[in-house]
């Protein structure tokens, strides 16, 4: 899985037009998916809402407060537990993002499937 990086906050405008846009629609029609993301303020804004509405993405009710029902919360604390551990400390974001790409792809399938399970 290709990690996808968003240069400064994520707000809904950037969540609509640099990930819903062009990864998750057509992912999700090819795959004839249904969607999961938690109630984060920009996934949950109208202009969000209404846009997976139109393009007609099925998206999973999800409860309010309840990020350890997410798999890929654990998954990315793992991953903040490994970029944590280097030293020197990456300097600057190009360095951090390299970091944490490194660690995304050591990170062994065996632990993100315990941690799935473990749910």
């Known amino acids: 899985m290709q990690l996808q990086f968003i240069d400064g906050n994520l ?3 950037k969540y609509l037009d640099e990930i819903l846009w062009p990864i998750v ?16 303020r920009p996934h949950v804004a109208r202009i969000c809402t209404q846009f997976l509405e139109v393009e007609n993405v099925l998206v999973l009710p999800w409860p309010a407060y309840s990020p ?4 890929i919360e654990h998954v990315l604390d793992a991953l903040d537990r ?7 400390v990456p300097a600057n974001i190009q ?7 490194e660690e995304w792809d050591n990170i062994p399938q065996a632990i993100i499937n315990s941690l799935i399970n473990s749910m």
Do not use: C, G, W
């Not at 629609?25 to 109630?39: A, E, G, P, R, T």
């Not at 490994?82 to 020197?88: E, Q």
């Not at 360095?95 to 790409?101: G, Y």
């Open 11 to 13: 707000n809904a405008h």
């Open 25 to 40: 629609v057509l992912f999700i029609h090819l795959h004839y998916l249904m969607f999961q993301h938690d109630n984060a």
């Open 68 to 71: 350890d029902m997410s798999p």
């Open 82 to 88: 490994r970029v944590r551990k280097y030293v020197p």
């Open 95 to 101: 360095k951090l993002r390299t970091a944490i790409e």
